[in-house]
């Protein structure tokens, strides 16, 4: 445990550019509310999960029990890793083995979705330039970012339409596409 001291309490609650924290833990949710609202078009009677206080887990096995998508599918395994990192997260000040359980999740996106990932603006745990105005991505984001996509569009929902409404959002995002780049210049 760090010392208990005013400076090491706002350094760890201030977030830090290279530190994945913020990042999953705001994924997590993103992911709680697609399965929230996959579950609300996909039921007959989603009201009547109205109160329920489904965990993470719950929500996560009522979707794939609804699905048409293989209960078996590589995201759903995805997105139960991404719960476990954000466990983590969320019941550890300093998870043992952060890294290296970030990578796993990693390269399970990766090997099972067939992509790879563009190079990372940040690798993990360095500081940006002040001088860089746009956001940095590190390759958990750049992976989570992909499973959503994947996950959202298998699910039935248009995740195009979701990132074409937040404009500065699909600027950030063709800075991370090669193929952008070739029909540049």
Known sequence: MPKNTIENYLKFITPTAGDPTYSLLKAHLL????????????????????????????????????????PGHWCW??????????????????????????????SFVVAQSGQSLPEPELPLHASPTESSPAPFYLAVDLATIGLYYTLSGLLGFDANAALRENDSYMQSLRRLDPADDQGAG
């Open 77 to 106: 395994a995805a997105v139960g890793k991404l719960n476990k990192l954000r466990n983590l997260l969320a019941h550890e000040t300093a998870p043992k083995l952060l890294s290296e359980k970030i990578g796993e999740y990693v």
């Open 31 to 70: 992911f709680e509310e697609l399965m929230r609202a996959y579950l609300a078009r996909a039921m007959r009677h989603p009201e009547t999960l109205d109160g329920a206080r489904l965990t993470f887990v719950q929500l996560l096995a009522v979707a794939r029990a609804c699905s048409n998508l293989d």
